[in-house]
C-alpha cells in the first residue's frame, strides 16, 4: 500500500464528486513549450507520482506515463476544457496550453488524491522554479510524504468529546434543486471574480479592527448566501478544510506535495437577518474553540488508526463517517506567493484556483488571492439557470463582505 492512507480521503463518491484541483494562470507573453515539457519532466523526477496512474484496490502508485510531452495538451483559444482526467487509468496531472490575447492560459489539472491544495501551491512554485532555473534547482531536493509526524500528533491529542455527529449536521445547508424545464443537458463550467486590491486591502483591515479572521468571514458569508435559499434554517454548519503542515515541527519548510488537509466542523446559530458582522464573530469564537481542541484531528484519527488492517472499502467507509462529502462546500486556498511563482521572464498576470467539478445543486466555494487581490470561484456541471444560482450566490457573499466591512468601520467609530 501506499504510505499516505489520507489519499482515501478522496476516493468515495466519484459519481458525485471527481477529486480534481485546477489552476489557471494567465501569462502577458507567450510560454515556451519545450522549455514547459522540460520543466514537467523535472517536477516529475522530484515526485514520480505526478505520471502514475491510481490504483484503487491497494492505494498505490503504477507507471502510466514517461515524459511530459504526453500530460501536456496545444489548443485553440476557443477549447473547452470539458473533460476530467481518469486518475485511474491516467497521469495525476494535466496541462491544457491555449493563446490568451498576446500570451498564454495555461490549466492545470490535478487528483486530489495525489495531493492537497497547499500541496498544489508547492508545485506550482516547484514548476516554476524548474521553467526559470532547469536541472540545476533539483540537486538536493526531494518530496517528503511520511506521515510520523502526524502519527505523534495523534498520540499527543487523544479524541476530543464530540457534541453529536458533527460531521453529518441535522441541518445541511442545501442550494434548491431546479426543474429542467428545457431539457438543457448539463455543461461544465468555471466561474471566477477577483475583488480589487483597494476592496481586497480594506477587508483585511475590517477583520483587524474586528478581532477576527479572513478566513472567518469568507466561511460566514458563503454560509449567510446560501442560506439566504432556505426559509427556515438557522444554523449554519460549513466543513472547513485545514492544512495539517501547520502543525509539523520537524523541517517545516520542506518540501510536502502529498494530502495533508483535515477540517473543522464549525456549526453556529445565525438567524436570516442577524447582522453579518455578529455571525462573524460567532464564526470566529466557533473555530478559535475547534482550534484551540485540534478537532480536525478527528476527521482523520479513525483512518489512520485502522489503515494497516483493514480493506479499502471498509477504510472508505471510516472516511464517509469521519470526512463527510457534504453538498455545500468551503475551501480557501489562502495566499498564492507571486514572487515564488516566476516563469523566467514572463510575467502571471491572473491565478484562478478551484476545486472539483460539482454536479448541480452541490456547490463549493473557492477562495485564494494572488497579487494582493482576493478571487471567489466555482466548477459547476449544471445548467444555465443552475450556474446561475451559484454566480448569485458569490455576488450575494460579495455583497455581504461589503456589508461586514461598513458596520466594521461604524464600530470602529463608536469606539474611537
Known amino acids: 500500500m501506499n504510505e499516505n ?115 498544489f501551491k508547492q508545485y506550482l512554485y516547484l514548476l516554476s522554479n524548474r521553467y526559470s532555473q532547469g536541472e540545476r534547482a533539483i540537486k538536493g531536493v526531494t518530496n517528503v510524504v511520511n506521515l ?47 475583488l480589487t486590491s483597494d476592496m481586497t486591502r480594506s477587508l483585511i483591515n475590517a477583520t483587524h479592527t474586528q478581532g477576527v479572521t479572513v478566513n472567518d468571514v469568507l466561511l460566514t458569508t458563503f454560509g449567510k448566501a446560501v442560506q439566504a435559499f432556505d426559509r427556515e434554517g438557522d444554523e449554519l454548519a460549513i466543513p472547513c478544510p485545514t492544512d495539517m503542515r501547520q502543525k509539523i515541527e520537524e523541517d517545516p519548510a520542506a518540501l510536502r506535495i502529498a494530502n495533508h488537509t483535515a477540517r473543522f466542523n464549525p456549526a453556529i446559530q445565525s438567524p436570516r437577518d442577524e447582522p453579518v458582522s455578529v455571525s462573524v464573530q460567532k464564526m470566529h469564537v466557533e473555530m478559535q474553540r475547534l482550534k484551540d481542541s485540534d478537532q480536525f484531528l478527528d476527521s482523520v484519527r479513525s483512518l489512520m488508526a485502522q489503515y494497516q488492517t483493514e480493506s479499502i472499502k471498509k477504510l472508505q467507509e471510516i472516511v464517509e463517517a469521519n470526512y463527510h462529502v457534504r453538498a455545500i462546500a468551503f475551501t480557501n486556498f489562502g495566499i498564492i506567493d507571486d514572487s515564488r511563482l516566476v516563469f523566467a521572464e514572463n510575467t502571471v498576470t491572473n491565478c484562478l484556483m478551484t476545486g472539483s467539478f460539482r454536479y448541480a445543486p452541490m456547490f463549493q466555494v473557492a477562495c485564494s488571492t494572488f497579487k494582493g487581490q482576493l478571487s471567489l470561484g466555482f ?3 449544471g445548467t444555465t439557470e443552475e450556474v446561475q444560482v451559484g454566480r448569485v450566490v458569490i455576488h450575494d457573499m460579495i455583497s455581504r463582505m461589503k456589508e461586514f466591512m461598513a458596520q466594521a468601520e461604524v464600530g470602529a467609530t463608536v469606539i474611537a
Open 5 to 119: 492512507p489520507l489519499n482515501i480521503l478522496h476516493t468515495i463518491g466519484f459519481d458525485q464528486l471527481y477529486p480534481v484541483i485546477r489552476c489557471q494562470l494567465t501569462f502577458s507573453d507567450p510560454l515556451d513549450q519545450q522549455r514547459l515539457v522540460k520543466a514537467i519532466n523535472l517536477t516529475a523526477q522530484v515526485v514520480p507520482e505526478l505520471f502514475c496512474r491510481y490504483e484503487m484496490s491497494d492505494n498505490s502508485w503504477q507507471p502510466a506515463v514517461t515524459d511530459g510531452q504526453e500530460v501536456l495538451n496545444i489548443l485553440p483559444a476557443d477549447a473547452q476544457l470539458d473533460a476530467t482526467p481518469d486518475w485511474e487509468k491516467d497521469a495525476q496531472v494535466r496541462f491544457d496550453l491555449q493563446p490568451d490575447g498576446a500570451g498564454n492560459r495555461l490549466t492545470i489539472t490535478m487528483s486530489h488524491i495525489l495531493t492537497d491544495g497547499s500541496g
Open 148 to 194: 510520523d509526524w502526524l502519527k505523534t500528533l495523534l498520540k499527543q491529542h487523544p479524541a476530543s468529546a464530540k457534541q453529536g455527529n458533527v460531521d453529518h449536521p441535522s441541518k445541511p445547508l442545501s442550494l434548491p434543486q431546479l426543474t429542467n424545464a428545457t431539457g438543457e443537458k448539463p455543461r461544465p463550467n468555471v466561474s471566477g471574480w477577483r
Open 379 to 381: 466548477n459547476m456541471i
